[in-house]
């Protein structure tokens, strides 16, 4: 297809809001040199393209999102969201010369305020409407439902009476409804009105009002015979699920429905994108000498067509079949997305996308469309769009000054620029000689035309920009996950280092966990990445898979450069009812999510189009990212512990005003007063053990003990940083307590026990002694360490003793894998304590069973209880 | 806080009764400077913001009465200028009442607002909340019944009366008893120091009842019980109610007599009905049809008439004598009725069609034309928008309009002017007829379906196509009878020659195994219509070809004609005396003898029938088949008969 030639004309220039103009609702209309021009905002202009001179501004409650001339009666209509259509008389220059007496031509200060009362049709539903010569077509949308309503038009004199009141409706129902699907609620239906040839007697407002008339047979077959017999009018419905239909103004019935419910709508095609445009060409010229015909003669149409945003478009034809008669109907895909969309009534439709506009020619008796194969009539196989090279343009128009011989396409730009644009044929754009007169008008047109280009480059710059800059996020994306990938068993590059310290906020002491997460890395964290810390709740026992129990925190982070790092911090109070439950594993990682990188770019969504211009409409990854694990820590009762400084001793009670975490206070001072009464009634009566003490008095009055003894000699090696200048015991406990912060008091002097208390509030001890064992060796006594666990809870005890021996695991683990050889054992005496072991474990064990009988449960609890002491000190000995 | 608490009562109490005074002022003598229309939305705009100064606050139990009452004004005003939803409106009673159940700190569970009332009556809201509680029951039950809740209704007033679930009501009937409760219902009169509203429950009370039994008779009416409905509608008509409703009243009493076989009285029904409201015009139409069925045909025709013309002028709309200040009428009440079948709106085009069709049928060809062509001339130039809104269909297909129009012509013997009609069928018709139109129970085909997106399209196709050329060749048919009788004989030849081509141009397809359910449906649904047609037209052409040949003394054409369209429909009489007169012409009086005795005994009733059976646009053409000289025909077969039993 040949190049179509052009001259690009600005006019003027109106103001658009940040980012451009959004397409769909701006609306350009041309009637002999005035331009009527909304851009999408509250204003509707009115521009004399002759004196290039602003004629008027009318400023509307809200966006003003349709606009059509009826020049019969001097009128224009304006649908302004959420309030209704607006009637303006086009007698202006009255008005203007009214208002303008006093000042100046500042055609700004006439701007003429329409108040929400001033509208001819209120209506907040409105969504689109369409006029014929004395028919006003509306379109709302109401509880989902599309609902077309007939109104008389006013005449131009009787504004005041007008009948509100719809003369007719009909319900359409299209398979989607808008608001179901968010991405779809951007796009405004389109109307139009196809007229039969021997009824129309308003031509030229049928083509302002974007109208066309479509020649037989084409008529009677879209639309039946019946409709054809009666001349009717058809409106022609696009909406945004891609539905094209047409209704009636006149059949009573419509043909294909007779079966079906009674209603007059016709579904014509389902283009499955949002219809953009509605308009109709002429393919076939009528003869040779039809080229002389101006543009808009009168000749009707013989082809429909639609176009969707995404750039589907189909085109209907009358076939030439032989058997049923049926329309031709073909699809064609165009490259989208499609802003906006005029037809010039020839065999040349224009449509404009961020980049270009594009001129399609269905013309079928073309030599470069013909195929040899093809009947006469039918539809190209292949489109071949023609460039024009103006990019970014909202609202196309073609203009009526035909007169001069050439059409002429209006466009309104993204940035508000209104400009002109010739249109004609590549044999009419021989060179001309030049005169001053025409160097003047050349050089014109050149100005303009850097102009536009450099409109163009700005536009084309700003995408690649945004493109190069998604590549750089992704860029240090890729290479801050090379880093933390490499080095899985070596020094991380990003490290994050996991505390757990008593804090004091809001009255209470909290335990907090902080996570510092420090970048060693050469590169730094962009904005995008999220610092994610998982908690993971009384994982107990060392399974893996008992992470049902998570609650995962989100940090996004700003910037963190190389070198630098970065805390946040988790208060752990206990959450309303629940106790915290220790030990808990945190676990601390890196994430990206990819939405960040469009995100960067998509702030204006039309060049997310233009990056996805293939289209994936439901281009939406939710979750998807990159996710990187930094480090896991357990947190068990050892970390949390608070420590009381001084050498406390058993002297004093529990001190229960010291308790960090408030429990009910009530239930506490009762708890306690009731203990007190039955030590009092143990001291005077030497009865059996009261209930009262059986169920909470153990827990307060005799500690739970455990102890667990390891050999001196592998603690030694095991510690050798500890216990440079200290005795072994010292630095055993120093061992056990070096992750608690508050320990770190400890460091200083030489101390063997230890009083803490636990999160929940129970008293724990920790005593670190020195004892020989002798049963064990045949070499002799064995030296061996001896950790004593005392806590009055016992659930305490049981976190407390389970954070000691998964330590101690560690370092037996650690030990053994350096491979040194444990001393001789007396392997009778091993057996021997097995056998007793298994003895108290069966003793357990039928223990159990009984208090499952709930026989004489009290006496059973006790011997429980005892036997698991004595379970606890195994008189083993970690060697 | 209680003291400004009682002052804040006070000054809401007295901004609401300003409000009601201006508007009892308004509606007394609705002075030039304000009307009744704008008061009214000024009012709704007052009481709405009064409402949301009160429901901003707390609820406090010495407020509430007044929160209630002005609610009741708030609503009573949304209602009357329908400026909320019926949704919106039941939100917003309901919402008074969880600020009562608030006030008296009762937990609110239950989810419903039956249930709120039931905890709000039942377990008892103080005496000085009762009246007002009351006055919300009446508009809560008022926007129920337009959401057509008969029951939730009932529930209501039987815990507003205090009724036992159990008690037998006097009137047998279970629906009956909502009425019997609405009756024993007493609300309580406003007293002098309540706060005022606008429009006192009591007149509300007797808007419900009416409402009530208007809806139930419909519900009666729907479900085929006329005798039921007819009560219902005595008791409607009874009560208190609009001169629109009442005649709507009578006009389903009407339409449950003339149920119940008593068409006299039920014309007596539509006549008050009319006394009432004479624009209340769907009486008019039921008239119509009450009298086709008595077969008072003089009367339809009139009614219709009178029906057209009320339609075609501007809309008259009798003016309510009720009193402005009635803010809720019983119109809104019974909003959900307006769309029963017997209220359906006819469109001034659908009237003329039966006009014109009826006239046709009646044989008064004249009156038929002038009909038909009025119809025409409005529909192809008449003001735009005449979708029409009724649910069933008014009109048939256009070509079938213009064709029963050019039969009118036709029997008025204006048979240039049926030419025409006809003329333009033909060009209209031709663009959508094909070429060839195959057709089957087993045809599915989209071979050389461009458009076809779906079997059903497919069909609907097929049979769109099918149609056309059963309207061209019928189109051709009654021109060739009108050039016949124009004397135009080789005119009327090729026009039923044609018809004939049209007709060859439907081939039809066996069933060839593969096909489905849907198509064999089609098929036979298609079979049942239109093509029973076919025959007709064919041996309508055939028969009248035959006789054009016979003018032109072809007459070895003509029988050929005659065997075929006796072939097409053994039964037809007139393709019979045909038959036997051309045999006769022929001189093979043998042949044309046997063929007399074997036709002539059935063939005197069969006439009247045959021509029924015909479309209305055929009848004409069927009458005109008529054979014309069957006396003379007579004579000669029964002289030859004689003759030759006689003979041996």
């Known amino acids: ?879 | 806080m209680a003291a400004s608490g009682e002052s804040c009562v006070s000054l809401w109490r007295g901004e609401n009764d300003e409000l009601v005074r201006r508007w009892r002022r308004v509606t007394r003598s609705p002075g030039p400077g304000c009307s009744v229309a704008e008061t009214a939305q000024q009012c709704r705009l007052a009481f709405t913001k009064l409402l949301q100064k009160i429901q901003g606050l707390p609820a406090v139990l010495p407020a509430l009465p007044l929160e209630l009452t002005i609610l009741y004004n708030s609503l009573l005003f949304d209602i009357h200028l329908s400026s909320s939803s019926d949704e919106e409106l039941l939100a917003g009673i309901d919402y008074g009442l969880t600020r009562v159940l608030e006030a008296y700190s009762v937990p609110d569970h239950s989810i419903s607002p039956e249930g709120r009332w039931k905890k709000l009556l039942q377990e008892g809201a103080s005496k000085e909340l009762q009246a007002a509680l009351h006055q919300l029951a009446a508009l809560q039950a008022a926007l129920w019944l337009v959401t057509n809740r008969l029951e939730a209704v009932e529930d209501l007033f039987r815990i507003l009366t205090g009724a036992k679930d159990l008690e037998p009501s006097p009137c047998s009937s279970h629906q009956n008893e909502l009425l019997s409760l609405l009756q024993t219902w007493r609300p309580q009169d406003s007293e002098e120091y309540d706060p005022l509203v606008a429009q006192s429950v009591r007149d509300l009370k007797e808007i419900l009842w009416t409402s009530a039994a208007f809806l139930q008779g419909i519900q009666q009416l729907e479900a085929g019980n006329s005798t039921a409905a007819l009560a219902f509608f005595k008791a409607a008509a009874a009560g208190l109610s609009s001169k629109r409703v009442l005649a709507q009243t009578f006009t389903l009493m009407g339409c449950c007599n003339l149920r119940l076989g008593k068409p006299q009285v039920a014309l007596q029904h539509l006549r008050r009905a009319l006394q009432v409201d004479f624009t209340f015009l769907p009486a008019l139409h039921q008239a119509a049809l009450l009298y086709r069925q008595l077969e008072l045909l003089e009367a339809e025709l009139e009614s219709l008439a009178l029906l057209y013309q009320a339609l075609d002028g501007p809309m008259e709309v009798t003016s309510e004598s009720v009193d402005p200040h009635f803010l809720i009428r019983i119109e809104r009440l019974i909003r959900s009725a307006q769309r029963t079948p017997f209220f359906a709106q006819k469109c001034p085009a659908g009237v003329k069609y039966l006009l014109a069709q009826r006239c046709l049928q009646a044989g008064r060809a004249g009156e038929a034309a002038e009909h038909y062509l009025d119809l025409l001339a409005m529909l192809q130039e008449g003001p735009l928008p005449q979708v029409c809104q009724s649910k069933m269909p008014v009109l048939p297909r256009i070509p079938e309009v213009f064709l029963e129009a050019a039969s009118a012509l036709e029997e008025l013997a204006k048979h240039e002017d049926a030419l025409v009609v006809c003329e333009e069928v033909v060009t209209r018709t031709s663009l959508l007829v094909p070429k060839k139109l195959r057709l089957g129970p087993g045809l599915n085909g989209d071979e050389d379906v461009l458009w076809a997106k779906s079997p059903g399209t497919v069909q609907e196709q097929r049979r769109e196509s099918l149609c056309c050329i059963l309207w061209r060749a019928a189109a051709h048919v009654i021109q060739g009878w009108a050039c016949g009788r124009l004397g135009e004989a080789k005119e009327a030849i090729s026009h039923f020659s044609r018809s004939l081509d049209d007709l060859l141009r439907i081939h039809f397809v066996s069933a060839d195994g593969a096909c489905n359910s849907s198509a064999e449906e089609e098929w036979e649904k298609l079979r049942l219509s239109e093509m029973k047609i076919l025959p007709q037209i064919r041996q309508l052409a055939l028969t009248g070809r035959g006789a054009q040949f016979l003018e032109l003394g072809r007459d070895k054409e003509a029988l050929m004609d005659f065997q075929h369209s006796l072939h097409v429909c053994p039964d037809s009489p007139s393709a019979n005396w045909y038959l036997v007169h051309t045999l006769w012409k022929l001189g093979r009086r043998k042949e044309a003898a046997a063929h007399w005795q074997k036709f002539v005994p059935k063939s005197a009733p069969m006439d009247e029938k045959a021509e029924g059976s015909f479309p209305l646009y055929l009848q004409s053409c069927a009458r005109q088949m008529k054979f014309p000289q069957a006396e003379s025909l007579i004579k000669n077969m029964e002289g030859f008969l004689g003759g030759k039993s006689l003979e041996p």
């Open chain 1, 1 to 879: 297809m040949a190049q179509v030639g052009h001259r690009v004309d600005y006019l003027a220039g109106f103001c658009c809001p940040v980012g451009g103009l959004a397409a769909g609702k701006p609306r350009v209309l041309c009637h002999g040199s005035q331009i009527y021009l909304s851009n999408g905002t509250e204003y509707v202009y009115v521009y004399d393209q002759e004196s290039r001179f602003m004629k008027a501004i009318y400023r509307f409650p809200d966006q003003v999102w349709h606009v059509e001339l009826l020049p019969i009666h001097q009128q224009l209509y304006i649908l302004c969201a959420g309030v209704g259509i607006y009637c303006v008389s086009l007698d202006y220059p009255s008005r203007l010369a009214k208002r303008a007496d006093g000042e100046e031509n500042d055609c700004f200060s006439c701007i003429l305020p329409m108040g929400s009362s001033a509208c001819t049709f209120p209506d907040a539903s409105l969504c689109t409407f369409t006029l014929l010569s004395d028919v006003l077509v509306t379109l709302s949308q109401v509880q989902g439902k599309w609902c077309m309503n007939l109104h008389e038009l006013p005449g131009p004199e009787d504004q005041e009476n007008v009948p509100r009141q719809p003369i007719c409706h009909v319900d359409i129902t299209t398979s989607t409804s808008s608001d179901g699907d968010i991405s779809l609620a951007n796009f405004l239906p389109v109307l139009c009105c196809a007229s039969s040839p021997d009824a129309s007697d308003h031509k030229e407002d049928l083509r302002h009002s974007g109208g066309f008339v479509l020649e037989e047979p084409l008529f009677s077959l879209l639309f039946g015979v019946d409709a054809a017999m009666l001349d009717s009018p058809m409106i022609l419905c696009g909406f945004p699920d891609g539905q094209l239909c047409s209704v009636p103004l006149k059949a009573l019935r419509s043909p294909d429905n007779c079966s079906r419910e009674d209603s007059p709508v016709k579904i014509l095609h389902h283009l499955e994108e949002p219809v953009v445009f509605i308009g109709a060409l002429r393919t076939e010229r009528k003869s040779l000498d039809a080229e002389e015909l101006p543009a808009y003669g009168d000749l009707g149409c013989d082809c429909v067509m639609a176009l969707g945003h995404y750039g589907k478009m189909v085109a209907i034809k009358a076939a030439t079949g032989e058997e049923v008669k049926v329309p031709e109907l073909r699809e064609y895909y165009l490259q989208g997305p499609v802003l906006c969309a005029a037809c010039s009534g020839g065999s040349r439709m224009y449509y404009s996308t961020h980049s270009d506009i594009y001129a399609v020619d269905l013309d079928s008796s073309t030599p470069e469309a013909e195929k040899v194969e093809d009947a006469p009539g039918t539809l190209p196989s292949a489109l071949s769009p023609a460039s024009l090279s103006i990019c970014s343009v909202v609202a196309l128009s073609l203009s009526s000054r035909e007169s001069e011989g050439e059409s002429e396409l209006l466009a309104l730009s993204a940035k508000g620029r209104l400009m002109t644009c010739g249109l004609c044929s590549p044999d009419d754009t021989q060179p001309v000689k030049m005169n001053p007169d025409k160097a003047g008008q050349r050089i014109k047109e050149l100005l303009s035309g850097i102009g536009h280009v450099s409109e163009r480059v700005s536009s084309l710059k700003k995408a690649v920009d945004q493109k190069n800059q998604a590549l750089t996020c992704l860029n240090q994306v890729m290479s801050v996950s090379a880093a933390l990938l490499s080095s899985q068993n070596g020094q991380k590059p990003i490290t994050c280092t996991i505390t757990v310290h008593w804090s004091h906020i809001l009255v209470q002491d909290t335990l907090t966990v902080s996570c510092i997460l420090e970048n060693l890395s050469e590169c730094s964290l962009e904005r995008g990445w999220t610092f994610c810390v998982q908690l993971f709740a009384g994982s107990c026992d060392f399974d893996e898979g008992s992470s049902d129990s998570a609650t995962t925190y989100t940090f996004p982070i700003d910037q963190l450069l190389p070198g630098n790092k970065t805390e946040v911090t988790l208060p752990l109070g206990p959450t309303e009812g629940t106790k915290l439950e220790l030990p808990f594993i945190v676990s601390c990682s890196l994430y990206y999510s990819l939405q960040e990188i469009l995100g960067t770019v998509s702030e204006s969504t039309e060049l997310l189009d233009d990056l996805f211009s293939d289209d994936s409409p439901g281009l939406c990854p939710d979750r998807e990212g990159i996710c990187l694990p930094l480090k896991e820590a357990t947190i068990d009762l050892l970390q949390c512990l608070r420590l009381k400084n001084g050498s406390s001793t058993s002297d004093g009670g529990p001190p229960a005003a010291a308790m960090p975490l408030p429990g009910d206070p009530l239930d506490t001072f009762l708890k306690l007063s009731q203990m007190r009464s039955d030590l009092d009634g143990i001291e005077r009566s030497d009865e059996v053990v009261p209930r009262a003490l059986n169920t909470l008095g153990e827990d307060y009055l005799t500690p739970s003990v455990a102890s667990i003894k390891v050999s001196s000699e592998l603690l030694r090696t095991a510690l050798k940083d500890f216990c440079a200048d200290v005795p072994l015991c010292c630095a055993v406990l120093r061992w056990l307590l070096a992750e608690n912060v508050e320990a770190d008091a400890l460091r200083s002097q030489e101390r063997m026990e230890v009083w803490g208390l636990a999160p929940d509030g129970g008293e724990v001890q920790l005593n670190i002694r020195e004892v020989a064992v002798s049963d064990m060796n045949t070499a002799g006594p064995l030296q061996a360490v001896e950790i004593v666990i005392q806590s009055s809870p016992l659930a305490n005890m049981c976190q407390l003793h389970h954070a000691v021996v998964r330590r101690i695991q560690a370092l037996v683990l650690e030990q053994a894998a350096q491979d040194s050889s444990p001393p001789d054992i007396r392997v009778q005496y091993l057996q021997q304590i097995q056998a007793n072991h298994e003895m108290l474990l069966k003793e357990a064990q039928s223990l159990r069973d009984q208090l499952c009988l709930d026989n004489d449960s009290d006496a059973t609890v006790e011997k429980l209880l005892h036997v698991y002491r004595q379970l606890r000190n195994p008189s083993l000995i970690v060697l």
